[in-house]
């Protein structure tokens, strides 16, 4: 069968009650300002977790929310896969702790590590089990805690990252269908891993375990080369957006929305120009949440439903890219 083979059958977030503004910086010692931070980023705000909320618990409360709108009980879920850089164990992982907490027993569950590009990766993970009839029902959710592994000291990344999650339920295409079904179009992944330590954690891994000069120079937290990673950001976009339409056979004119990964105003606006979209066809919710990572797209995929700006028959272009460097587009009709 050709594409489409899995379509978006519900969407749902998960966001802590906590917000922090770009002023609630100087309270804690950080020498950064309102200005700074807008005129560079887009970020006025930013979810924080609090002691309850995991990057399980923000995931299961965007889970059952995809669920409830798509009409999927958990029983009836095949797979789970879940994206996070910020595992809440690093054994075993977050996507069984998702299963349990669902009761998705009869779920296979696992996480993949693609950073800020990992909702779009498990949207095709997933579409891949269904399309190889592994699958007829997943769940796909990006999940965040990025305020656990970011330096509250370095106010070059501290005031770009927040905290959520976004989940969506991914079903099967009928066999017998409309003309035109809802359902992915179209999925493009790319690496470069020679590029890795432009984004990274450099301790706190097997490779480096934690010790004691790990936590005296903080080396177990991101550092980020901000300058060469918006470089990359702004190409490696450009490159997924051309991607996605050309696998699509589709052109810009056939795009109703594009959700681009929200880690900076700048970058999302390039993205736009290059994929010759006007900023009314983006959806840009950056200056609410702040980079979420992978939950970054997942989150305004939900919100742009929720809020109508993308309707049914319409056709979104999601696209992203994080530490790995990772970046991956993805063409669907909802
Ligand atoms: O999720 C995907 C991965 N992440 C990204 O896509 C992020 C990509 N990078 C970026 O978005 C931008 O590079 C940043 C927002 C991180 C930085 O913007 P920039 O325009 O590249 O600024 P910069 O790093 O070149 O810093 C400019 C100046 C520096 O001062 P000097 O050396 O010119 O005196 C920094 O020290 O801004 C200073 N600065 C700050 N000032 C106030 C850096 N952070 C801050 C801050 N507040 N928070």
Redesign the pocket.
Known sequence: MTRPHAYFAGTGRGVPAKIMTNDD?AAIG????DE??VS??GIRQRYIAGPNDSTCSMAATAARQAMKRAGVVEGELDAIVLSTATADRLLPATAVDLQAELGASRSAAFDIGA??AGFIFAASVGEGLIATGNAETVLIVGSERMSSIIDWKD??????FGDGAGAAVLKRVPAKRSLKPAGILSTYMRSDGTLADL?YRPAGGAAIPFSEAVLADRSYLVR?A??E??KH?VRSMADATDRALDIAKLTPHDIDLLIP?Q??I??IEATAKHANLSMDKVYVNVDRYG?T?SA?VAIALDEAIECGRLQPGQTVMLVA???GFTWASMVLRV
């Open positions: 910086f950080i020498e950064t300002n700074w931070i560079r980023t950073a800020c106010r070059s990344t501290c005031v770009l984004l980020m901000g300058r990673v918006f950001a990964h880690a900076n700048r970058i980079n990572s970054s890219f994080g530490a």
